[in-house]
T-cell receptor, first 112, second 112 residues
Framework: QQQVKQSPQSLIVQKGGIPIINCAYE??????FPWYQQFPGKGPALLIA?????SEKKEGRFTISFNKSAKQFSLHIMDSQPGDSATYFC???????????FGTGTRLLVSP | EPEVTQTPSHQVTQMGQEVILRCVPI?????FYWYRQILGQKVEFLVS????????KSEIFDDQFSVERPDGSNFTLKIRSTKLEDSAMYFC??????????FGEGSWLTVV
């Protein structure tokens, strides 16, 4: 089953808070897990990505936590800012395939 | 920073008409993609193209759709006879080696 389930659908946090977005998958043949950020009217932009041999990856204020046994991964945004308000998509790439399978997206609003 | 450029940014067409969406991928990239996003929904893979041929396509990419790389720079998506349900944002994307896929800003297609 090549599906990625993402939650929550929307999220509101105050400036400085730490929003957490979760994704889960069933297909063990995924081997690359990127997160994309999308602003209204723009294309998705790669934020950070992880492979399943690593449990955590941090880039600036963005951290991916990866739980291979639970088939779950999550995005944490430290010290969130109003400029982080966007839609965030998790995705997964099946081994040997070129396509990305996207989650349903999380609309994040960071209030000032 | 190099980017994927798409034209037109918005097109309105009558049902049954043919539409061509154009893309200029990042130069020296080798893999090319089309994705679509129906308003408010997730990003869906349509097709990937490598070495002048389709390498992968989804069930959405039926006989109504075709792709072409007519010269060294352009990559096009043609929808032969548009339907109302083809209304969506269409994203072109490209990558070189590795996993990072770069998306364009999209072409918004409205079928009336």
């Amino acid at each position: 089953q090549q599906q990625v389930k993402q939650s929550p659908q929307s999220l509101i946090v105050q400036k400085g808070g730490i929003p957490i977005i979760n994704c889960a998958y069933e297909n063990t043949a995924f081997d690359y897990f990127p997160w994309y950020q999308q602003f209204p009217g723009k294309g998705p932009a790669l934020l950070i990505a992880i492979r399943p041999d690593v449990s955590e990856k941090k880039e600036g204020r963005f951290t991916i936590s990866f739980n291979k046994s639970a088939k779950q991964f999550s995005l944490h945004i430290m010290d969130s800012q109003p400029g982080d308000s966007a839609t965030y998509f998790c995705a997964a790439q099946p081994t040997g395939f070129q396509k990305l399978v996207f989650g349903t997206g999380t609309r994040l609003l960071v209030s000032p | 920073e190099p980017e994927v450029t798409q034209t037109p940014s918005h097109q309105v067409t009558q049902m049954g008409q043919e539409v061509i969406l154009r893309c200029v991928p990042i130069s020296n990239h080798l893999y090319f993609y089309w994705y679509r996003q129906i308003l408010g929904q997730k990003v869906e893979f349509l097709v990937s193209f490598y070495n002048n041929e389709i390498s992968e396509k989804s069930e959405i990419f039926d006989d109504q759709f075709s792709v072409e790389r007519p010269d060294g720079s352009n990559f096009t998506l043609k929808i032969r006879s548009t339907k109302l349900e083809d209304s969506a944002m269409y994203f072109c994307a490209s990558r070189q080696y590795g996993n990072t896929i770069y998306f364009g800003e999209g072409s918004w297609l409205t079928v009336v």
